[in-house]
């Protein structure tokens, strides 16, 4: 009995300890130092997003709802209490206009650091009845805490320092190898896992809090503050723990002249004065700005004013080369940038060695291995090319870029005389295309004829006329098959209708004329000629004596 006594008793106390325990849990939880209202004004909501959607796609904006406000207001509140400098620098120099929008299929925050603007899909503000609260405040809290490191750092001025790159990159490295010698980069290896966080424990070992922080400096500096702050229990380096508390968690100081005159130039820019912006980003510059992101920000600037800007496309040379010496380790996005600029001005090994060297750190991007195998065909590299495609289309099989890889890669084995392959890479693409594209019939005629297959080129070539009746080399082609089965009433129809397309092209001009001529009205053929001589009279002599009717050539 006493006993019995003695476990009640016990077990009361234990009971009054928990509550007491609990109590205190909800009084910490409750008990925020909540950001002033200084700091929240700086946070603007809005309920249109005005310019190119870009990263918000073609999800639909919404309308902010008090409730979501305030979901949004508590979670800010919560950064705030842990490290309330992190929210002072995201606002330091500029408001940030918050958005909330709808897509499905994004489980993203997404912050815009040039404008200082950040997006949030509807998976953020879902309830989670399933999940515990704790549980429901870090997935909240850790890609807000992720996107405020990307606002307080927007020209990735600490994300590239040589501070942190010294603690950062080797950890990143051995992350990288290890996926690579799968064959993936970390993009991929994020993209294909089974679970969000399959491969995570890869980067655990090297003290970095999830997988996505190999992929980039400035992810890896997000990912590892908004885990200091959310997660305690998972391990952050003491060196790279120090970095971030110096630069983010502490309130910050004075404001840098720097970063105040390029938060000014990007104002500038997004408003529309395009030549006050480039004189605050040279100000900038001269201010001491040696930021790899300073640099990738201007040379958007002179890539989307090349038509008003002198020596726009020069200078954006110029900052995408700084930028990507700054951020050489990231293998940053600039590099496939300059790629496309040297393509622009007829450089393409330049743009081939820049691709290389974005794949090299990224392993595989689909868009950037077609890119590079275009390059290869203008350098006459069939080869090189034909690998590239083989890769894009064995790694992709079900991208929407699939059909046209194939037409590519179909294409290069035309040159190299490889019919049976091309015909079969164009059978694939029309078969996966998800509706007829004309294009795609015209190269497989094309095919066709270079096999002698003139019934199959002629439907078709009939099937593009189909589906587009303004495609004009479908009826100049489909009129010389008529001619070379003597079906001359039907060459003429396709090339009136090519000439009517293209009034001026020699080729049809002489074509009908010889036409016409050989069926007997040498009047409307005398008038034609006299067309063509008007245009060009050595080449209609030339082109006379090369175009044959009635003999099927």
């Known amino acids: 009995m006493q006993e019995q006594m003695l476990i009640s008793v016990v077990r009361g106390v234990v009971q009054a300890l928990h509550a007491a325990l609990l109590l205190s849990v909800i009084m910490l939880s409750t008990a925020l130092a909540a950001a002033p209202d200084s700091i929240k004004q700086r946070f603007e909501f809005l309920d249109n997003y005005q310019k190119k959607p870009g990263l918000v796609g073609n999800s639909e904006v919404k309308a902010w709802t008090k409730k ?24 330091q120099y500029r408001p940030v206009r918050v958005y909330r929008y709808s897509n499905p299929k994004s489980q993203n925050l997404t912050a815009i650091p040039n404008t200082q603007e950040l997006i949030l899909a509807d998976w953020w503000f879902i309830s989670r009845g ?26 990735a001025s600490v994300s590239y320092s040589k501070e942190w790159q010294a603690v950062a990159a080797p950890r990143m490295q051995k992350v990288r190898d290890y996926f690579k010698a799968k064959g993936m980069g970390i993009f991929e290896a994020r993209k294909t896992s089974k679970t969000f966080d399959e491969h995570d424990p890869i980067a655990h070992a090297q003290n970095l809090p999830y997988l996505w922080a190999a992929y980039a400096m400035y992810e890896a500096l997000a990912e590892s503050g908004a885990t200091m702050i959310v997660q305690k229990h998972i391990k952050i380096a003491p060196e790279m723990r ?98 496309r600029l040297w393509a622009l001005i007829g450089q393409p090994k330049l743009a081939i060695k820049d691709y290389s060297d974005y794949l090299n750190v990224h392993v595989f991007m689909a868009d950037v291995v077609y890119k590079r195998a275009l390059a290869y065909l203008n350098v006459g590299d069939l080869g090189s090319a034909l690998k590239d495609f083989d890769l894009l289309i064995a790694r992709e099989p ?54 002698k297959d003139t019934a199959k080129a002629l439907a078709d070539f009939s099937k593009v006329i189909e589906l587009n009746a303004e495609f004009f080399d479908a009826y100049f082609r489909r009129g010389f098959i008529f ?51 008007k245009i060009n009279p050595a080449l209609t002599k030339k082109l006379m004596e090369s175009i044959k009717i009635g003999d099927g050539k």
Not at 71 to 76: E, I, R, T
Not at 403 to 430: E, T
Not at 483 to 502: G, N, Q, T, V, W
């Open 68 to 91: 979501d406000k305030a979901a949004f207001l508590h979670y800010l509140d919560m950064i705030y209490d842990r490290a309330p400098g992190l929210i002072e620098r995201a606002v």
């Open 130 to 155: 399933n999940v515990t609260r704790q549980r429901r405040d870090i997935l909240n809290m850790q890609p807000l805490a992720h996107e405020m490191f990307h606002l307080a750092d927007p020209f």
């Open 242 to 339: 120090k970095i971030l508390k110096a630069n983010f968690l502490d309130r910050p100081g004075k404001k840098i002249l720097a970063k105040i005159l390029a938060n000014q130039a990007l104002s500038a820019w997004e408003k529309g004065d395009i030549k006050k912006a480039v004189e605050l980003f040279s100000k900038t510059e001269k201010a001491g700005a040696t930021w790899g992101k300073f640099y990738s920000f201007r040379a958007n600037l002179w890539n989307a004013n090349r038509s008003v800007l002198k020596d726009a496309l020069r200078n954006e040379l110029l900052d995408l080369t700084k930028a990507i010496k700054i951020m050489a380790f990231d293998g940053p996005s600039d590099l496939n940038a300059r790629a």
């Open 398 to 451: 079900n991208s929407p870029k699939t059909p046209i890889a194939y037409m590519a890669r179909s294409s290069v084995k035309v040159g190299l005389k490889q019919f049976d392959g091309a015909l079969q890479d164009m059978n694939k693409a029309i078969s996966l295309s998800p509706k007829p594209i004309p294009r795609l019939y015209f190269q497989r005629a094309m095919i066709w004829q270079k096999k």
């Open 483 to 533: 001619i070379s089965l003597k079906r001359f009433d039907d060459a003429i129809r396709d090339f009136e209708a090519a000439h009517k397309l293209k009034p001026r092209k020699l080729g049809t001009i002489i074509t009908l004329a010889l036409l016409v001529k050989y069926k007997g009205d040498t009047s409307r053929a005398d008038a034609l000629l006299r067309t063509a001589n």
